[in-house]
């Protein structure tokens, strides 16, 4: 009878963990993200443009949000600094790109509007992908750098808070849903005229 008891609690025991696991991958599953996957700087003529790659994962209740009408509106933010070793980094360019994933009711499509560039979807999960792929975004000028010297680039996205409506505002300070912002991805280029 002991070894059937104890037979029928490992049994319980792994049944238990399994509900668990299942469980936290379905709430982890719900909540929103925001992360980078890829950045590099790409040099043409007398500048370098940036390409961009993010994953983005929007939780039910934010998707319900933008199909009922509300816009997400995202900050791209690139930075150049040459690192100095006893003082603060030398900035060379700080630069902020906003794009925005919108639904439009009437004509049924979703919007990605990048800098007063609108792309209209069918699906959201393609107007995600628009949103998510920054390409050909000219950031640095070459003559801004100087020959042999070393230069640090960063960017990262992030929802922009202050332009939800202010009754969610305050429910974004406790909510994993509302709270999308990529690390800061951080690389050190080959830079120089």
Known sequence: MTASFMLC??????FALLCLGLASIAVWAGQSSLQIKSAEL????????LD????????PAVED???????????VEFQVVSPRRYWFDDEIVSLTSKVSLSYHALSRQYLVNRDGHQLSFTSIQEAKEELSSIKGWQVLEKDLLKKEEAYQA????????????KALQVDTLSSED???????????PVLGN
């Not at 509302?178 to 690389?187: G, H, P, V």
């Open 178 to 188: 509302w709270n999308m912002i990529s690390e800061r991805f951080r690389w050190t």
């Open 42 to 49: 790409l040099p043409i003529e007398e500048a370098y443009l």
């Open 52 to 59: 961009a790659d993010f994953e983005l994962t929007l939780s």
């Open 154 to 165: 960063a960017v990262r996205m992030r929802l922009d808070q202050s332009k939800l409506p």
């Open 9 to 14: 609690c490992k049994r319980f025991s792994l």
């Open 65 to 75: 949000a933008v199909n009922k009408g509300m816009p997400l509106n995202f900050l």
